[in-house]
């Protein structure tokens, strides 16, 4: 499965500014002045490219390429380059900004970035991928850089088109730079530990906040939905902690056991249909597979995709915890239920991202041209989820805020005391 760079996915409730109405709480509680609050709320560069491709069929089709750089302030950007049909220029903003506090949550040195070309991949034959990748990358050789701004896969991309990215910048500077960009395959200096990296962090928070919230794990019980990278990861981890997992699902359907799902049966289940929970037979099938998110479980792990935790059942969830394996999961008007009920929710800019620290130690690696084995990548993740869960929970205790708006004041207190010492002009 092709690594993806993490990135909200837009809130149906409140399209995009879901992520301004969470960053403006946190700014307000901050007391943010109004100068520094304009410096983080524009992106500091967008690049808008023409694209033209010759297709198979001999013509010339020109797509649009586009790069914004929401922030640089603590180090080169980073994000992810989104290939879909509907890609525009808000979007990327609004998905580079995001990068920025997802970085400065998890203390790495990084600004926020993100990319996009519209086009439709699935309607495209590899060759042109190809040349639509290269040509992108040419475009943006000046924007890109190991120092300046270190691209990854997202969406309709993975480590084959990141691999020419590598290939097409390095041929451009006459030797190869690995570190230019992440989510490359293994061989061509990939990190190991990089495929279970976001499960496991989801694993690393739900153990951090089940000891706030004294739920002891071994006698805990936990639904997770999604069985993808992150979900099938995340519920393989917290298993072998002691939680029991009672349900899990994917989009063919739901299972629940009471005495607890094999996690390792449902993933061989799935290697062998397709990557599909189809026909599982370790649990009973939910008539509706939505009843999993509702389940009186100690910790719930949504893992599949934004806004399944609306304003139509935030105010049934049962779960005592919630830990945002996917982006975006939760509307930001079920947060306010959410936070009636006294249900705590490790959010998604903590809580996944694990993906984007071991992007990071890749690029570490590819500088220190070593290869670090996988346990050194998952001890060294494993103290960056923690210590970065430790300074959201101290924060949230501290302003007497939610898990989420504590991840957006630690993040923004970053960007913003780093700009106040780098200073403007
Ligand atoms: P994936 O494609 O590997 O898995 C997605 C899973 O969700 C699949 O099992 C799919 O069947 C399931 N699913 C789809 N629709 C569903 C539905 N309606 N009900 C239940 N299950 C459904 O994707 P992934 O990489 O595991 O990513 C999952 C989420 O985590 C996404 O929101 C992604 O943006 C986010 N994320 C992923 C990473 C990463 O490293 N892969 C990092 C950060 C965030």
Partial sequence: MAYIEPAPIKDKENPLESMME??????????LSDEVYNVLKNPAKQVIVSLPITMD?????????????HSNILGPAK???RFAPDVHLDEVRALAAWMTWKCAVVDIPYGGAKGGVRCNPREMSK???ERLVRAYTMAMIDVFGPDKDIPAPDMGTGP???????DEYSKAHGMTIQAVVTGKPLVLGGSLGRTEATGRGVMVS?????QKLKINPFSATCAVQGFGNVGSWAAQLLEERGLKIVAISDHTGAFYNAAGINVQE???HKEAHSGTLEGFTGGDRMENPGDLLTMEVDVLVPAAMEDVITVANADKIRAKLIVEGANGPTSAKADAILNEKGIMAVPDILANAGGVTVSYFE?????????????RVNRRSDRIMKDAFDTVYAAAVKYEVPMRIAAYIVAIDKVAKTYSFRGGF
């Avoid at 069929?57 to 750089?69: A, D, L, M, P, S």
């Avoid at 690029?363 to 346990?375: I, P």
């Fill in 22 to 31: 969470r960053f403006n709480i946190a700014a307000e509680k901050l007391g």
């Fill in 57 to 69: 069929n001999g013509k010339i089709q020109v797509f649009e390429g586009i790069r914004v750089i």
């Fill in 79 to 81: 994000g992810g380059i």
């Fill in 127 to 129: 060759g042109e991928i």
């Fill in 160 to 166: 084959r088109e990141m691999a020419w990215l590598m």
């Fill in 206 to 210: 739900a153990l951090a906040a089940m």
């Fill in 266 to 268: 449902a993933i061989k």
């Fill in 363 to 375: 690029w570490v690696q590819n500088r220190l041209g070593y290869k670090w084995t996988a346990d």
